[in-house]
């Protein structure tokens, strides 16, 4: 079963107006997740790692002050599109691996994406 | 730069036959590898990992092959069934510091398993 749960699945706003996109780890403390963000046919790219108690750790060329992202527990992690415009549209996923695992190379789980639709 | 390359869109097979999914990496410092898989909606699901020390890596229908030299690696699934039918995405991992931790996809390679 899904381990990564995200909300909404879908979300249509207005231009100028904020949304928020949820990401919670089901059954284990993630201390550290991540976001990722799909165009149509192209491949997923990091947005940015966000860290429990810290700060988020940006991607080369990703507003900070745009997408906001708040680590406030082990198991939730949130992305705030503020000021949304049409080119925001896009399908964002959430990521973290579980921490029980020590090697990084424990894969990551997903979570089912949302769909992002300003108009 | 793409650093993770599918250079096939999609692909499509008969059902019970080999499927053959390729990825081509540029950075050498990449040294673990994994292939995701992705129904529409939804997001991408793990199936299958290889490390650099290792040239091949089973798991019942789905193995994948490493050729560090070529910066190559490939997933086999045999045989294919129709509900195999999704876009693949390779991914890679590796490298020095905080970027142990992030993994660049490919674009992903569409495949359709016709019954």
């Known amino acids: 079963g899904a381990v990564v749960s995200q909300h909404p699945s879908w979300v249509i706003c207005k231009s100028g107006t904020s949304v928020k996109i949820e990401c919670r780890s089901l059954?284990?403390?993630?201390?550290?997740m991540f976001w990722y963000r799909q165009f149509p046919k192209q491949s997923l790219m990091l947005m940015a790692t966000s860290n429990e108690g810290s700060k988020a750790t940006y991607e080369q060329g990703v507003e900070k002050d745009k997408f906001l992202i708040n680590h406030a527990s082990l198991t939730l992690s949130t992305l705030t599109v503020t000021s949304a415009h049409p080119e925001d549209s896009s399908f964002y996923i959430c990521?973290?691996?579980?921490?029980?695992?020590?090697?990084?190379?424990?894969?990551?789980?997903f979570g089912n994406g949302t769909r992002l639709t300003v108009t | 730069d793409q650093q993770v390359k599918q250079n096939s869109p999609s692909l499509s097979v008969q059902e019970g036959r080999i499927s053959i999914l390729n990825c081509d990496y540029t950075?050498?410092?990449?040294?673990?590898f994994l292939w995701y898989k992705k129904y529409p909606a939804e997001g991408p699901t793990f199936l299958i990992s290889i490390s650099s020390i290792k040239d091949k890596n089973e798991d019942g229908r789905f193995t994948v092959f490493l050729n560090k030299s070529a910066k190559h690696l490939s997933l086999h699934i045999v045989p294919s069934q129709p509900g195999d039918s999704a876009v693949y995405f390779c991914?890679?991992?590796?490298?020095?510091?905080?970027?142990?931790?992030?993994?660049?996809f490919g674009k992903g390679t569409l495949l359709t398993v016709n019954p």
């Open positions: 991914a890679a991992s590796g490298g020095s510091g905080g970027s142990n931790y992030k993994l660049t």
């Open positions: 950075n050498s410092m990449f040294d673990y």
């Open positions: 990521s973290a691996r579980r921490t029980a695992h020590i090697s990084y190379n424990s894969p990551l789980h």
């Open positions: 059954d284990f403390q993630a201390t550290t």
